[in-house]
């Protein structure tokens, strides 16, 4: 039991910690340009994540990462907290204060928080997944014996952007590595109150409570949230840029495409937005795809996406979304690649090679030949059900259908539901331009997954976007029964068919989970 506490609290105090600064920020660089109620929490969150990622690139990269460095930096920010709260206590809005949520809200709520209590209890088990071993922990524990960032030799991941090892560097520092396996489980978190959110500032909360428990269903989401990966962190950077981009560049109709009295506060005032609401909207998910894009070697494919997805929607709407292609290049472009170029800095200055260890017949680089490149490579594509054309065809019954464990099944496993739901998706696409975005944005990143490697957990940040989209298919499906009492039913029918679907998933890596103990 004390066991469970101490990691319990530590975890609780360093989701705090790394909240402060993203407090602090939100309060004061937004005045005047104050975001929707809904989308203020992952806006604290990612500024915050962002404070203090770029605080541990600095003091790694000098050689103070230290436990007196991060309790200074918690202390200062904490401080920043509480100034910026008193100096701006008076300009918040009543009207944006949130209403008392309703029984069957808290009912779902309750539901989520008690299926996700076992898998806490599995990332706070003391086992390491392989990956974890091979660097996402080992390399941390490396940074802080040495208090700085180091290279290995012959592991090429201590070479690439280390954004999420940089946070649970800091893990150790305050705690241990079990804490550092809590905070992955924290970005699981993290994603699905995002995801739910999305769905209330955009469309419902009957949409968002439904989508919960369609992203917790897949096999490969939940499994993560009990290891040490950052599949789950590069998740919440790209559902929380893909909704700040939405936010800057929403038109002047609702997605509902309901009437103004129908509509959520936040739906009313949507279309009443300004340049600088929309521009720092525009900033906010620019600093969430650079985080993205500091995540992982392929993270700032996540910003190519959303970029080249939301730019074209800018040239299409032309002056009515109030950003010209030019502000959108500058406020969403050039926070991405502030915060990827010096890990790309880094990567060359270590390597001579930008893009180590690909191009190596170009740049060369350690540890590497090009013999091993041409093995990396064809064990990046032999993961999979095959390459080709006919492999590319069936390959999205494949992923639906086929997953499981093992390279040849994509190591990984989604719920069979998404047959149905894309499709209704696609349905409610039609008048919804949020739904249209989500798939959008879903499949341009599952053409990218498919010309590289082939696993399961890459996937994992469009489940988010997929959920919504479905979510808010079944709310406008529903909508179309002629009684309250029969959609009412129906929502909490199918919530309860996505949490059963869950429960069964569940169920099998508890089982994988009690075996490792």
Known sequence: MAYLTEHTLAFVLLAAILWLPGYAIERSAARGARLAAELRLPARFALGIGAWIVTLFVLASLGLLSFTALTLGAVLAAAAALWARLRLAVEERPSEAQGRPAAIGLLAGGAIAAALLPLSFLAMSPTVSWDASAY??????????????QTVELNVYSYWPLNVQLLYAMAMVFSDFVTAKLMHFGFGVLTLVTAFLGCKAFHRSASGWLALPLL???????YEMRVAYV??????????????????????????????????????????????????????????????????????????????????????????SQITPRRFAIWFGLPVLLLWIPWIVRLAWTTGNPVYPFFYGTFGGPDWSEGLGEQFQAWQSSIGMGRTPLD???????????????YERFDGALAPYWLILIPLAL????????????????????????????????????????????????????????????????KGLTFAVAMIFFATSQARILVAGTRTL
Not at 216 to 222: D, E, I, K, P
Not at 265 to 276: D, F, I
Not at 392 to 406: A, K, M
């Open 136 to 149: 996402h922990l080992t390399l941390p524990k490396l940074f802080v014996e040495a208090g700085r960032l």
């Open 216 to 222: 917790l269903a897949n096999g490969v989401f939940a």
């Open 231 to 320: 599949d789950l962190a590069y998740a919440f950077f790209f559902l929380a840029g893909f909704l700040f981009l939405f936010d800057a560049t929403v038109s002047q109709r609702t997605p509902s495409q309901r009437t103004p009295s129908q509509r959520t506060p936040s739906q009313r005032t949507v279309s009443q937005r300004t340049v600088s609401q929309r521009t720092s909207a525009l900033w906010l998910a620019g600093v969430c795809c650079g985080l993205a894009a500091g995540t992982k070697i392929n993270g700032i494919v996540g910003a190519a996406v959303l970029g080249l997805i939301f730019g074209a929607s800018v040239l299409r709407s032309g002056s009515a």
């Open 392 to 406: 590319y065809l069936l390959l999205p019954l494949r992923v639906i259908l086929v997953g499981g464990v093992g």
């Open 427 to 490: 349905w409610a696409a039609r008048k919804i331009r949020f739904v249209r975005l989500c798939l959008a944005a879903s499949g341009l990143y599952f053409v990218t997954w498919a010309l590289s490697s082939q696993q399961m957990r890459f996937l994992i940040p469009i489940l988010p976007l997929l959920a919504m989209a479905g979510g808010i298919a079944i709310v406008e499906l529903f909508d179309r029964l002629p009684a309250v009492r029969w959609r009412r039913l129906a």
